[in-house]
């Protein structure tokens, strides 16, 4: 009896493991798309679903497809597969009156996570969608577990839906378990506040290059002579960077960049003649040495 009771105990304790190495990865993903397919990917992976479907609230208040996997079909659409979601969004009001016959509406609106045994015999929802994707393709959609993602001011900014869970032992389809759901609603907890922090940090690096793209203009508009001279530097540098980085043989074959050294090089060019903002136009516009200030 003791060893019965052991296996589900150490199977929730891997899976709680599982559950903190996730959060600690998500922390470090700098890009958008790599980390939405890495809340998904974990999502099945901690609850053992063979689907599932990450959607973002929008400004028009529409869920808006960002990532579809199902693991059985070998079918990935969005993120950074290449493949555009070809869905339309899932409107979260219609006429005025919030949209709660779809699911993913509903758990967005409410903030509930919805647990679905069967869509098939399910009520209150309108699953006419998923019974047309089965028709399709052959897939049955069975289980369902819909989960709201919050983020620290408690807002829903996205909807984590995971389709049918597999019984380890037998791969049967199995309704979402209790345990399944709880820590289904830890990681949309997690991964919110991630996804929440990558898009604070992406607006501010945006805000803090137009603010430099400002200055450059300034400083473009100062002369004929040197204009757009800001603009192509940061380019230059780039295509001499990533060519260097490229390189195979010879003394620069080690030189390798990751993406935060490329983001630091591109703000340096872009940076790189800031001063001229303060620098008087006639020495700007000086065509040879400066004499008069420096000729003694």
Same mark, same amino acid.
């Given at each position: 009896?003791g060893?019965?009771?052991?296996?589900?105990?150490?199977?929730?304790?891997?899976?709680?493991?599982q559950?903190?190495?996730?959060?600690?990865?998500?922390?470090?993903?700098?890009?958008?798309d790599r980390?939405?397919?890495?809340?998904?990917?974990?999502?099945?992976?901690?609850?053992?679903?063979d689907?599932g479907?990450?959607y973002?609230?929008?400004?028009?208040r529409?869920?808006r497809?960002?990532?579809?996997? =199902?693991?059985?079909?070998?079918?990935?659409?969005?993120?950074? =597969?290449?493949?555009?979601?070809?869905?339309?969004?899932? $409107?979260?009001?219609?006429?005025?009156?919030?949209? $709660?016959?779809?699911?993913?509406?509903?758990?967005?609106?409410?903030?509930? =996570?919805?647990?679905?045994?069967?869509?098939?015999?399910?009520?209150?929802?309108?699953?006419?969608? =998923?019974?047309?994707?089965?028709?399709?393709?052959?897939?049955?959609?069975?289980?369902?577990?819909?989960?709201?993602m919050?983020?620290?001011?408690?807002e829903?900014?996205?909807?984590?839906?995971?389709?049918?869970?597999?019984?380890?032992?037998?791969?049967?389809?199995?309704?979402?378990?209790?345990?399944?759901?709880?820590l289904a609603?830890?990681?949309?907890s997690?991964?919110?506040?991630?996804?929440?922090?990558r898009?604070?940090?992406?607006?501010?690096? $945006?805000?803090?290059?137009?603010?430099?793209?400002l200055?450059?203009?300034?400083?473009?508009?100062?002369?004929?002579?040197t204009?757009?001279?800001?603009?192509?530097?940061?380019?230059?540098?780039?295509?001499?960077?990533?060519?260097?980085?490229?390189?195979?043989?010879?003394?620069?074959?080690?030189?390798?960049?990751?993406?935060?050294?490329?983001?630091?090089?591109?703000?340096?060019?872009?940076?790189?003649?800031?001063?001229?903002?303060?620098?008087?136009?006639?020495?700007?516009?000086?065509?040879?040495?400066?004499?008069?200030?420096?000729?003694?």
């Amino acid at each position: 009896m003791g060893g019965a009771g052991a296996a589900p105990e150490q199977d929730l304790v891997l899976r709680l493991e599982q559950l903190n190495a996730i959060g600690a990865s998500l922390s470090a993903e700098r890009d958008i798309d790599r980390l939405l397919e890495a809340i998904l990917t974990a999502a099945k992976t901690i609850t053992r679903a063979d689907g599932g479907t990450l959607y973002r609230v929008t400004e028009e208040r529409t869920l808006r497809f960002e990532i579809v996997r =199902t693991s059985s079909l070998r079918y990935y659409l969005g993120g950074t =597969t290449g493949h555009p979601v070809p869905f339309y969004p899932i $409107q979260l009001y219609k006429d005025g009156k919030p949209n $709660q016959s779809m699911v993913a509406a509903y758990a967005a609106l409410t903030g509930k =996570t919805v647990n679905i045994a069967d869509a098939y015999t399910a009520d209150g929802f309108d699953f006419s969608g =998923t019974r047309a994707f089965d028709t399709k393709t052959g897939y049955r959609s069975k289980s369902f577990l819909t989960v709201p993602m919050r983020n620290h001011d408690n807002e829903t900014i996205g909807v984590l839906q995971l389709i049918n869970a597999h019984e380890p032992s037998s791969g049967a389809i199995v309704p979402f378990s209790p345990s399944d759901q709880r820590l289904a609603e830890s990681l949309a907890s997690q991964a919110a506040i991630a996804l929440t922090n990558r898009m604070l940090i992406n607006q501010l690096e $945006q805000l803090f290059e137009s603010f430099i793209n400002l200055i450059n203009s300034a400083i473009d508009e100062k002369s004929p002579y040197t204009g757009g001279h800001c603009q192509r530097v940061p380019v230059l540098t780039m295509l001499l960077a990533e060519a260097v980085s490229e390189t195979k043989d010879g003394p620069l074959r080690d030189f390798h960049m990751s993406e935060k050294d490329r983001y630091e090089l591109k703000i340096a060019g872009l940076l790189h003649d800031c001063g001229k903002v303060t620098t008087p136009v006639h020495i700007v516009d000086k065509a040879t040495k400066l004499e008069s200030i420096f000729d003694r």
